[in-house]
């Protein structure tokens, strides 16, 4: 069984950055896809970008195209969310995803594996 372990989460002001992490490890780790999702209080979880587990297509939610950027190193089996130009509406809980049946647009399957997430939190 595939675990996630995230980190990067905190408190950053409007317009700062912050760097999320989320390493993966056991089962087939290495061919699942990778990425993130996340929820605000009061709201449902929703995609924000993933990675298929080869080739170089990445996916993102339109809420945050052109200030976040995913990228994963397979030898490390880590994803990272680099998350730039942050806004208070991105406060939310940010959970890694692992999906072992791949990735092909911004939403993930029922076997999805999730980690405990990390909160973000974006001050004005």
């Known amino acids: 069984q595939v675990q996630l372990a995230e980190s990067g989460g905190g408190l950053v002001q409007a317009g700062g950055s912050l760097r999320l992490s989320c390493a993966a490890s056991?089962?087939?780790?290495?061919?699942?896809?990778m990425g993130w999702s996340r929820q605000a209080v009061g709201k449902e979880r929703e995609f924000v970008a993933g990675?298929?587990?080869?080739?170089?297509?990445?996916y993102y939610a339109d809420s945050v195209k052109g200030r976040f950027t995913i990228s994963r190193d397979h030898a490390k089996n880590t994803v990272y969310l680099q998350m730039n130009n942050l806004k208070v509406e991105d406060t939310a809980v940010y959970y890694c995803?692992?999906?072992?049946?791949?990735?092909?647009?911004?939403?993930?399957?029922?076997?999805?594996?999730w980690g405990q997430g990390t909160q973000v939190t974006v001050s004005s």
């Open positions: 056991g089962g087939t780790a290495s061919s699942y896809a």
């Open positions: 995803a692992a999906d072992p049946l791949g990735l092909f647009s911004t939403s993930w399957s029922r076997g999805t594996v």
């Open positions: 990675v298929p587990w080869r080739g170089s297509s990445t």
